[in-house]
């Protein structure tokens, strides 16, 4: 192209100047025709593919023209006999190629093709566009995989979880695009965890997981069919593997068994949320939006713990409503959770039992020191009405007694003396017996003295004298 062009210029500087305008707008042509930069050449197939089934080539042009005619020229080096040519107005085009048994080597799996394509002006290739190299892979065993379905999280299902409470429906799918095989007689033979399931020779089994483990996973696939070319019986075999990871669903969620949470303005939420059922790990995550707004009030907090509880906190400095929302999940499941909290005002009201018990003290200790205090009033007020008594102490005060039962014996004496006290209410002297002018021998006339009773210290003798007076 380079050689031309300059054959071409050159040809236009010398030619006559009446005719350069027709030369420059073919030139210009020529230039819309020419590759620019940008312009690529991708080739796909649809393998990998059993040996003696066909793989189809597709290659995709974006080069642009004004009028388009290629040239596909597909080079096989492993295999020269399948090179080809393919001429078309399309930017893109398919080619299948069958690679017999015979011809492929069992001990290589990857082989290359290379495509060139060319743009063509008057039925000849002018000029390459450009020319890319891929690869291939041909197997001689038949090649597929092992489908599921379960009513679980589509992302689970692409990392190859399952859950352990529901049947997971299996289906061994042959990877088959030309479908070579949709005539072939195909039986399947299942095994699970390394034990065969003799009842299934289905394409579908239906199987239960019921404990958190991972699950292996084989079919081993039989197919055979007649060749429609000679009747030739044609037999390929193949097994699928898969490993399938069990684990128990979330049951529910739960926030200390409350549905909703009262908070005084600056109080400190903790809330410890339950996760009941499932297998760890767990993920969570939580946020706190104002009500009615739904404005966000903490960015999603969001962590993972393989612990069957976490613990929500938060501190609150402003009265109002919010709506708490906390999710939880695992490899097989979800869990939502909406709780409400309630801020209120802070209110200083104590408890009546905060009240009544020191009331009820005080008063209690009042009352004690009151009776302490008559009682002592009353004890002194009786020392001065008595006479002497020399009996300091008595047998029953040298028993050791309790405050309380020393109050009641002071209160028993009080009574006492209050009834049996003087009729006459007067202080009875040994001097109203005894005639001051009279000798001392002499002995006194005896007393008219009531027959009520006189409390002294001392016993009374026949005349009803204390002995300690006559003293």
């Keep these: 192209m380079g050689i031309g062009y300059v054959w071409i210029m050159d040809w236009l500087f010398n030619m006559k100047v009446s005719s350069r305008p027709m030369v420059v707008h073919l030139i210009y042509c020529l230039f819309l025709l020419y590759p620019v930069a940008g312009d690529y050449i991708t080739v796909y197939n649809d393998g990998p593919t059993t040996i003696d089934t066909p793989i189809t080539f597709k290659v995709f042009n974006t080069y642009s023209t004004i009028a388009p005619r290629f040239e596909y020229r597909f080079k096989f080096p492993d295999f020269p006999d399948k090179d080809t040519s393919i001429i078309s107005t399309a930017d893109n085009v398919r080619h299948s190629v069958t690679f017999r048994s015979p011809n492929v080597s069992t001990n290589k799996q990857l082989y290359l093709v290379e495509v060139d394509v060319w743009y063509r002006f008057m039925w000849t290739p002018v000029y390459s566009i450009g020319t890319v190299v891929s690869t291939f892979q041909l197997s ?226 009042v009352l004690i020191i009151i009776a302490g205090i008559a009682i002592h009033m009353r004890q002194r007020k009786e020392l001065s009405i008595e006479v002497a008594d020399f009996d300091f102490q008595s047998y029953d005060e040298m028993i050791e007694r309790t405050f309380f039962e020393r109050i009641r014996d002071n209160f028993t004496q009080s009574l006492k003396f209050s009834i049996f006290r003087s009729c006459s209410g007067q202080t009875i002297e040994y001097d109203d017996f005894v005639d001051k002018n009279d000798s001392d021998e002499v002995a006194p006339n005896e007393p008219n003295i009531s027959e009520c009773n006189l409390r002294f210290s001392g016993d009374l003798n026949d005349s009803g004298v204390s002995t300690d007076i006559r003293t």
Excluded at 248 to 258: E, F, Q, R, S, V
Excluded at 343 to 353: D, F, G, K, N, V
């Design 140 to 365: 001689d065993s038949l090649l597929g995989t092992i489908n599921y379905e379960q009513a679980i999280p589509k992302e689970s299902i692409a990392r190859n979880f399952v859950s352990t409470e529901s049947q997971v429906n299996m289906t061994a799918k042959i990877h088959d695009p030309s479908d070579f095989f949709a005539s072939a007689n195909i039986t399947y033979k299942w095994i699970i965890n390394g034990s065969p399931e003799e009842e299934y020779f289905d394409q579908t089994i239906l199987s239960n997981f019921t404990k958190p483990q991972p699950n292996n996973i084989t079919v081993i696939v039989f197919a055979s069919l007649n060749t429609s070319s000679n009747e030739v019986l044609m037999q390929k075999n193949g097994s699928f593997d898969i490993v399938l990871t069990s684990r128990d669903p979330i049951h529910n969620l739960t926030a200390d068994g409350h549905t909703n949470v009262e908070l005084f303005r600056d109080e400190s939420l903790q809330l410890t949320m339950k996760i009941d059922g499932g297998s760890p790990p767990f993920w969570y995550c939580w946020q706190i939006l104002d009500i009615p707004d739904n404005d966000t009030l903490l960015i999603p907090y969001c962590t993972s713990t393989n612990e069957s509880f976490f613990i929500i906190t938060r501190y609150f400095d402003a009265k109002g409503k919010k709506n708490l929302i906390t999710k939880v999940s695992n490899d097989v499941s979800s869990f939502t959770k909406n709780m409400t909290i309630l801020i209120y005002e802070i209110e200083h009201r104590a408890q009546l039992s905060f009240i009544l018990i020191p009331v009820c003290s005080i008063i209690l200790a």
